[in-house]
């Protein structure tokens, strides 16, 4: 460690030496970074909504200590692909092109965090999933473990640097074991730092835990105001057509928490490798969910709409003398600011032809909205839409798929109706509706932030 601290600057300034001039395509390293380039370590779970970190105390206690929790964290897009790709690229899906899971395959990875690290001199691992069914080689990976198409929690297909076959046990186990190896073998060349990127399947569907935590007691649920919702007649006609059992979202509730303890064992691992190597107090370390998951919430069990189950996630943020520790952060954060925040963090300036949208975390700035969008996929109920988050309330409009007009909309004033109970726009009652004014106004916002691009000008993103 105290070798890679000693060469950080002549490190990065050799390394600018052979990037491309200003306003070329490509990422430059900063002529000046305040501290050595961090290790980075990036966990990036799959549907894990905000509320059950209660059930990972190992994941909370290493975070907490020289962490920060984002208490608003948000996925700009919540379905898995295109949530990836934002927190890969730092870009909302309208400007990285990845609308639906089936275009992954368009994605540039050029503008990645993976090929921007990689260029800057980092040694790049992916273990895990990647997108959705992706059989290729990981662009700008070094070395990968990932799953050769479809993803799986027991004797799952890989992809191991090129090499397809089948790994026996539990995936989570095993990303477990090989982050753990990678991370003593980084010791090789200790003045250079890394880039570890761990993405186990859990808590995604078919939620199978581990053999040791199939009967573990995750405790009862009552549900929430918004899972006994009765009264749907505001929300839009395909939610209505929903109906989910409370039921079988216990159910789902249960398995989902049971799939993370081994998320939970196997951060520990990680955590305790590091420290046994000396890379703790080196590493940016960033913990978060590509999205959430509706637990009967308006009847609904799925991701993909904008309700807060669906939207929120867990976000963590641990880099030791950087990033305040035990510190919960109000800000409205979102899966966009993930790269920025790596990128500022490494001194890597990225190309200033693929603009970021997002913000780094590391900053002191803060946004007074978000953007949140989606877009329908092939025979799926949910209708494209797209949304406006303050901290106050959220305004939504679905479009019709034909024309592009807005068919529905959604209002829901956050500080009285937290579960998202009363739609004031469908309630039938006119006389709550917000006025006519900022109506107008959001939805005038709202369309200009559908083309924002980059963080400065007039098209600038929240």
């Not at 990065?12 to 306003?23: D, I, N, V, Y």
């Not at 990875?109 to 001199?121: D, E, K, M």
């Not at 669906?310 to 966009?336: E, H, K, M, N, Y």
Request: proline content about 8%; glycine content about 6%; some cysteine.
């Amino acid at each position: 460690m105290r070798a890679r601290r000693a060469l950080a600057a002549l490190a990065c300034f050799s390394l600018l030496l052979s990037w491309p001039a200003p306003g070329a395509p490509g990422p430059r390293v900063a002529a000046q970074v305040a501290v050595a380039r961090p290790n980075v370590l990036l966990i990036v779970t799959d549907d894990q909504r905000v509320g059950t970190m209660q059930r990972m105390p190992a994941t909370k206690r290493w975070f907490r200590r020289g962490g920060t929790r984002f208490t608003n964290a948000f996925a700009t897009t919540p379905l898995c692909c295109p949530s990836r790709a934002s927190i890969m690229t730092g870009r909302y899906s309208h400007n990285h092109g990845v609308r639906t899971n089936d275009d992954a395959p368009i994605l540039d990875h050029r503008t990645t965090l993976q090929a921007y690290l990689g260029s800057a001199g980092y040694r790049t691992v992916v273990l895990g999933k990647l997108f959705n069914r992706w059989v290729l080689d990981p662009p700008y990976f070094d070395a990968w473990r990932t799953f050769d198409g479809v993803a799986a929690y027991r004797n799952a297909r890989f992809n191991i640097d090129g090499v397809r076959t089948v790994v026996p046990g539990y995936s989570t186990d095993y990303f477990a074991e090989e982050a753990a190896r990678a991370i003593r073998s980084f010791e090789v060349e200790e003045d250079r730092p890394w880039f570890l990127y761990v993405a186990p399947y859990a808590p995604h569907s078919p939620y199978r835990p581990a053999n040791r935590h199939r009967k573990a007691d995750v405790g009862r649920w009552k549900g929430t105001p918004a899972t006994l919702e009765s009264d749907r007649t505001d929300k839009p006609p395909w939610v209505q057509a929903k109906g989910a059992r409370k039921r079988k979202a216990s159910r789902i509730r249960r398995d989902q928490l049971r799939t993370l303890l081994a998320v939970d064992d196997m951060v520990d691992r990680v955590f305790r490798a590091m420290r046994n190597t000396g890379e703790l107090r080196d590493t940016l370390a960033i913990y978060l969910s590509d999205h959430g998951l509706l637990w009967g919430e308006h009847g609904l069990l799925q991701k993909q709409s904008p309700y807060k189950p669906s939207v929120r996630i867990p976000l963590f943020v641990r880099w030791p003398g950087q990033v305040p520790g035990r510190v919960a952060d109000p800000r409205l954060a979102a899966t966009v600011d993930v790269a920025p925040t790596v990128l500022q963090a490494a001194g890597v300036i990225p190309a200033t032809d693929a603009p970021i949208d997002g913000r780094s975390l590391l900053a002191p700035s803060s946004r007074d909205r978000l953007l949140l969008e989606f877009t329908r996929r092939v025979t799926k109920s949910v209708p494209t839409w797209a949304a406006l988050w303050t901290e106050m309330a959220q305004y939504v409009e679905y479009y019709d798929d034909a024309t592009g007009e807005v068919a529905y909309r959604e209002y829901y004033d956050l500080v009285n109706d937290p579960w998202q109970l009363v739609n004031l726009l469908g309630d039938a009652d006119p006389s709550n509706d917000p006025p006519p004014d900022e109506l107008a106004q959001l939805t005038t916002q709202l369309s200009r932030d559908r083309g924002c691009r980059g963080v400065e000008g007039k098209e600038a993103c929240p």
